[in-house]
């Protein structure tokens, strides 16, 4: 990946602009090169990833007809594992690994497991919903920039795209 000033990258969760390079000693013996990074939802937060690290904490952003593929081949719900403990480990990984197919599949999982506890007149429980908080506010908040639309707009996007593509 190329860290061009100015390019777009997601570093974790957050959509950040590079902002260009500077050499810091942060142990006052070693100077090393960092890449800048700018969340776009910041003014003033920084974040300096060591640019021999930068590629396998950095990744390019999704574009328009990823997006789309994504939303074309979103497949079944991830099956719901019982055990609350496995459960929220299986859900990290999928989270920490970015990998939009995963996080859908597992999203979709949340979703049905929710509307089955709200017909039992229950609740999903706390971390399940703090998962399915950031799993929406990740995939909102990059389709939203790529497509240039709000976030609060992107599920009404996906469901249009799901309805359009089973019509064909």
């Keep these: 990946m190329e860290l061009a000033e100015g390019k777009n990258v997601v570093y974790r969760t957050e959509i950040c602009r590079v902002e260009g390079c500077e050499t810091k000693c ?14 776009v939802n910041s003014r003033s937060a920084r974040y300096y990833i060591p640019v021999e690290t930068a590629p396998g904490k950095l990744r390019e952003l999704l574009t328009k007809d990823e997006i789309l593929d994504l939303i074309k081949g979103m497949g079944a719900a991830d099956e719901w594992v019982s055990n609350p403990a496995l459960r929220k480990q299986q859900q990290s990984e999928i989270m920490s690994g970015g990998d939009y197919r995963r996080i859908a599949a597992m999203l979709r999982g949340i979703y049905l497991e929710k509307q089955r506890r709200e017909a039992a007149g229950k609740r999903l429980n706390s971390t399940d919903e703090r998962t399915m ?21 992107v599920p009404e996007f996906i469901c249009r795209e799901i309805q359009r593509n089973t019509q064909k």
């Design 26 to 39: 942060a142990d006052g013996v070693n100077p090393r090169q960092y890449c800048v990074l700018a969340p």
């Design 133 to 153: 908080r950031a799993a929406e506010d990740m995939i909102n908040g990059e389709f939203s920039f790529v497509l240039g639309i709000k976030p609060e707009e």
